[in-house]
């Protein structure tokens, strides 16, 4: 045992401390170097070095790595290149044939050729139950199975039993005798006959669960609108990602689907940028419930019932130099959407309201705190429309520097209505132009 421990002086510390500081310095400064140019790939260590090149495969209908023109030989792709740590799956010119989702992987950038890299998504079928699945069955039997086969996606809608609610799951087809069909996961809800339940062969066309760092750029996606029931962006939509992070789509086209265009659930960081979105019966854009830090850019958003959907807790996101035309309602904001910032959009010809608060039916569940900036927003809605309407209990809003005009008369038209229920509205710098009512402010008088 050492009877004489070390007692470091005054004049050790400041030595010690000063070696900490420079080590610390020499951190930072390492932190400054080009991404990865000091890290060496280590086991289980997720930073790793900026790699020159990775995987890439190709996939075509005629040429490439992968041959073939439907979703099978596009998951084939995506899954090896993740197998392999991450890549790009280019996929060449030419139409793939979707009969079920292409399900995204971490670390897989899925780039297309442009509008020459055509998805479409099959007809759908439907048909009712021929008898009850429980939660914990991996099977159902279909009233009627003709349209179904092995490898389909397919989507189950039941009316819950117990509380009368829906209840709704997506799953593959994985084997099959006669009407009766294996699937790849147990359904984990009662799928019972008294329920009214349906099986259809709906599913997004990309999809993402508990999935990062990827990237979708350069496809054209066709729902098929006219041949397809229909699945609410809390489900599907050309794209729909559900708890994912890090997330880019640039430079696509999404269109015709039968619910949304792009829906994220629970997504955080997600880039959606110079894309189209154009003639779905839901949205164009929905970043999802619980979703934060979602950056619009520069995407054209037409012929949908919204165009921007911020949905439930949407917080600290932006939609910033978006041409939204020819929607119902071109941007919504409401329950606990906070901190976002909307600004430089075109909004034109839409049916009801440009921009909407949505009337929250209390104070904690408003959308508060958020800015509408330097925005322009032509002939909005019907002979009584609204270019920018503030309802319900919404709170410190600011609304700065817009151009609302109206050009084909002013009848009843309103450029910012200001609800007797809202607080804290600051209207500043808007240029008004064409309206009946530049300004309607509701609140009560002090």
Not at 117 to 136: C, N, R
Not at 267 to 291: A, E, I, K, T, Y
Not at 327 to 348: E, F, P, Y
Request: net charge neutral.
């Amino acid at each position: 045992m050492n009877r004489h421990p070390y007692r470091p002086c005054r004049r050790d510390v400041l030595r010690a401390a000063a070696a900490l500081a420079a080590s610390a310095a020499g951190m930072a400064t390492a932190g400054q170097d080009e991404p990865g140019a000091r890290v060496r790939a280590t086991a289980g260590d997720p930073i790793e070095p900026k790699w020159d090149e990775r995987l890439t495969v190709t996939v075509g209908p005629s040429k490439g790595d992968l041959v073939g023109s439907d979703h099978r030989v596009l998951q084939a792709a995506v899954d090896y290149v993740a197998a392999l740590g991450g890549g790009t799956v280019k996929i060449l010119p030419g139409t793939f044939r979707l009969r079920n989702a292409v399900y995204l992987k971490s670390e897989v950038r899925v780039v297309g050729s442009g509008e020459e890299t055509i998805l479409v998504k099959e007809p759908s079928v439907a048909t009712k139950l021929a008898a009850d699945s429980d939660w914990y069955d991996q099977e159902i039997t279909l009233a009627d199975a003709r349209g179904f086969g092995i490898g389909d996606g397919v989507c189950l809608r039941t009316r819950n039993p117990h509380h009368g609610g829906a209840d709704v799951v997506k799953r593959t087809l994985v084997a099959r005798s006669g009407n009766r069909f294996k699937l790849d996961r147990a359904l984990r809800e009662n799928f019972w006959l008294k329920g009214d339940t349906t099986v259809s062969t709906l599913f997004p066309l990309l999809s993402g669960e508990e999935i990062a760092d990827v990237t979708i750029e350069k496809l054209a996606l066709d729902g098929n609108r006219a041949r397809n029931d229909n699945l609410d962006g809390n489900y599907a939509g050309c794209v729909f990602l559900q708890d994912c992070n890090r997330i880019a789509i640039r430079d696509v086209t999404a269109h015709s689907y039968n619910g949304d265009g792009i829906s994220w659930q629970i997504c955080h960081d997600v880039l959606v940028q110079n894309c189209r979105s154009r003639d779905h019966v839901g949205l164009g854009l929905h970043p999802g419930s619980g979703s934060q830090r979602s950056a619009m850019r520069e995407n054209r958003l037409t012929r949908n019932a919204i165009g921007i959907f911020f949905c439930w807790g949407v917080k600290s996101g932006l939609a910033e130099g978006n041409t939204i035309e020819d929607c119902q309602c071109g941007i919504s904001l409401g329950h606990r959407d906070t901190d976002n910032t909307v600004r430089k959009n075109v909004l034109r010809r839409s049916g009801q309201v440009g921009v909407l608060f949505r009337a929250e039916p209390g104070k904690d569940f408003a959308a508060h705190r958020n800015r509408i900036e330097a925005n322009r927003i032509e002939d909005t809605g019907p002979e009584d429309g609204v270019a920018v309407d503030v309802q319900g209990p919404t709170e410190n809003i600011t609304i700065v520097g817009n151009e609302l005009v109206e050009t084909r008369g002013p009848a009843k038209r309103v450029g910012i209505r200001v609800g007797a229920a809202t607080r804290e509205v600051h209207l500043a710098d808007n240029r008004i132009q064409g309206f009946a009512t530049p300004v309607s402010d509701l609140r009560p008088r002090s």
